[in-house]
């Protein structure tokens, strides 16, 4: 059998897929963004309900409250978290409070087929001292089970695989700060979460290519068909395509480098494809069917010479 089939199989699929990873959020109930100085409130709230992006403010003479709550999803990864901030100035009078929440916000994950997926959190806090730390809470799977507090992982029970039974993840959080007892200060902080493929396809550099910075390949894990994104790209103004060979073997050769860096070319060039703006990077598609495999892939940019960009070796066990 011609290795290259399963390959190029895998190519024809990815094209023909449309499996994507998706996240929906909605609000349980309503959110309050509120600031109170003396007699003065003022207060921004997001009502209960679907909403995938919204932002709240709140603000008097002294005090200012925002939060900002965003989903994402693509082909490569999905996301979902929040900003919040608060600030007081030293002139607010005594007893003034900004506060966001409590409250929680409820993010559905679903993909068309039952993928692997690992999860990352992000967390971020630049609040001023005296500030009391932030209060954000993240139950995968809402089963009363949390497993990050304030972007730290405290439970490995997270579920590693998504389908059409959607997994729904809870996050719960709320932020205050008053006049006392620091007469000034910020709290920003920030938490998103991302959900990964789990493809089991990793993608290691075999060969240092002569373009320097002129050109560059990536090999990316994608949710379309346990598969990976490759794509490479020219950054020479007077050349900004590039052949991207795949090879499902390696033969090393020495291209004429005219007194630059080494250039080595090393796959088989079984398949070409251009890349450059505005061309799309490939999804190959990669089920167990043609698992386990292993190939090549290495771009070449003709500009004057051939340069060539790194050449990754990808592996899908």
Known sequence: MNPILPLSCALAFAAASSAQISV???????????CTEGAVTDTDTQPAGPSNYFERFAATPNLFAALGVFAFSSDLSAGFGLNMNLSRSSAAAPGAVAAIGPASLVVDVTCPTTTAVRWQCAFENASSPGIAPPQIEVDIGDDGIVDYIDGQLVSLAQP???GVQPVPVRITFSATTSSFPQPAGVHATSLAITVLPDARVTSTPVAIGCAGGGA????V??????????????????MPLVAMVIGWGTQPVLLPSFGQAPCLFVPTPDIVVLQGFPVPAIDIALPPAVRPATFWVQGVVPDGQLLTTDCLRVDAL
Do not use: N, W, Y
């Open 24 to 34: 929906s959020m909605s609000v349980p109930a309503p959110i309050d963004v509120t």
């Open 160 to 162: 590693q695989f998504v």
């Open 216 to 219: 560059a390949i990536e090999a």
């Open 221 to 238: 894990p994608t949710f379309l068909g346990e598969g990976v994104r490759i794509g490479a790209t020219s950054f020479i103004q007077s």
